[in-house]
């Protein structure tokens, strides 16, 4: 009985610090709202769908994990971005010099700013990829392949900016 009266009392101790969540974030109690902007597709390489998944990704994962309000304009914390690479090449050659599997790159330019505490803003670029086979076409399995890397891009940006990793 003991030990679960220090549990719960641990508990209610780092929850009500406003510091620390069991949802993996380390946001100060004063912060209330995020501003997180459309990032937009400045690549080369067209995808038109691209932007619209990852900001709506990124916002969906904001309102899951965080108690922040979203707002348009002049949270506590803004993210800004744009999607500056979109990219695919070779990522495996076999012996006749002919690709086995190829990569798709997307590489993301973002600025954070967290106006209440500037200490922790930054300008970072982010980049994930998907290998598949090269028997496939990009249009066969691009909407796949593009699915998996928001997920990844959403779980690094997630991280930088609010998880402290």
Known sequence: MKRI???IAAAVCLSSCGIYSFSGTSI???????????IEYKAQRVNPSLSNDLTEALKERFRKMTRLEQVEMDG?????????GYDVAA???T???IAA?????????????DRKYPEEDFEKSFT??????????????ESGL????????????????VANW
């Open 91 to 93: 990522s495996s050659v």
């Open 76 to 84: 506590d914390m803004e993210i800004t971005g744009s999607i500056v």
């Open 128 to 141: 994930q990829y998907a290998d598949y086979d090269s028997q496939n076409t990009l249009e066969a399995v």
């Open 28 to 38: 100060q109690p004063d912060v209330q709202t995020i501003t997180i902007n459309f």
């Open 101 to 113: 599997s190829n990569r798709l790159t997307v590489t993301v330019s973002l600025s954070f700013q």
């Open 146 to 161: 593009c699915e998996e890397i928001v997920k990844l891009l959403v779980d690094d940006i997630f991280n930088a900016t």
């Open 5 to 7: 009266l220090i549990i």
């Open 95 to 97: 012996a006749n010099e």
